[in-house]
Each structure stands twice: as structure tokens, then as C-alpha cells.
């Protein structure tokens, strides 16, 4: 790594991956969803939820803020799908 905190300079980092497939659950900016992981969220997408964080101030590691999700683009993920156009990560 190498890379200072954002928030706090701080330089220990850890990191958690999960292949959780379809079987989370969640809510996101107060719209629940089922399934696989959102793709634009900050912490992973599809199997795997990943995310990597400050072990000084607990700062998330990833480029926010996220992008806006849409209720819309849960059904596809109720259907199992992947959906390419899910947003920028
Ligand atoms: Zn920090």
C-alpha cells in the first residue's frame, strides 16, 4: 500500500473479502434490496462483498460519495442477474 489515511494520515489499512454471492441483504440510501452485492456502493459488488478501511479512524477506503442507486436497478438482481450498467465504480 503505502497510501495515507484521507481522513486521518494515518497508514494501517485492513481489508475483508466475502464471497457472499446472492445472499445478501441490505439497504441503501433507504431502499431495501435482496441479493447480490450493488456494484456502486463502495464496498465490492456482485459475489464478493470487499472493503478495505483505516485501522486508526475506521475511514472506508474507496472513491465517495457513491453513486445514486435506483430502486429499478434491484430487480435485476431479484432475477439473479448481473447488470453490466449498473453504475460507475
Ligand atoms: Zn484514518
Given at each position: 500500500?503505502?497510501?495515507?489515511?484521507?481522513?486521518?494520515?494515518?497508514?494501517?489499512?485492513?481489508?475483508i473479502s466475502a464471497k457472499s454471492?446472492?445472499?445478501?441483504?441490505?439497504?441503501?440510501?433507504?431502499?431495501?434490496?435482496?441479493?447480490?452485492?450493488?456494484?456502486?456502493?463502495?464496498?465490492?459488488?456482485?459475489?464478493y462483498i470487499w472493503?478495505?478501511?483505516?485501522?486508526?479512524?475506521?475511514?472506508?477506503?474507496?472513491?465517495?460519495?457513491?453513486?445514486?442507486?435506483?430502486?429499478?436497478?434491484?430487480?435485476?438482481?431479484?432475477?439473479?442477474?448481473?447488470?453490466?450498467?449498473?453504475?460507475?465504480?
Open positions: 500500500m503505502g497510501d495515507k489515511c484521507k481522513q486521518c494520515k494515518g497508514g494501517r489499512f485492513a481489508s454471492s446472492d445472499r445478501n441483504s441490505g439497504q441503501v440510501d433507504g431502499v431495501d434490496f435482496e441479493g447480490y452485492v450493488p456494484d456502486n456502493i463502495g464496498i465490492g459488488g456482485g459475489d472493503v478495505e478501511w483505516c485501522l486508526d479512524c475506521g475511514q472506508i477506503v474507496g472513491a465517495f460519495p457513491a453513486a445514486v442507486v435506483y430502486e429499478d436497478d434491484y430487480d435485476s438482481y431479484d432475477n439473479g442477474g448481473h447488470p453490466d450498467n449498473f453504475g460507475d465504480r
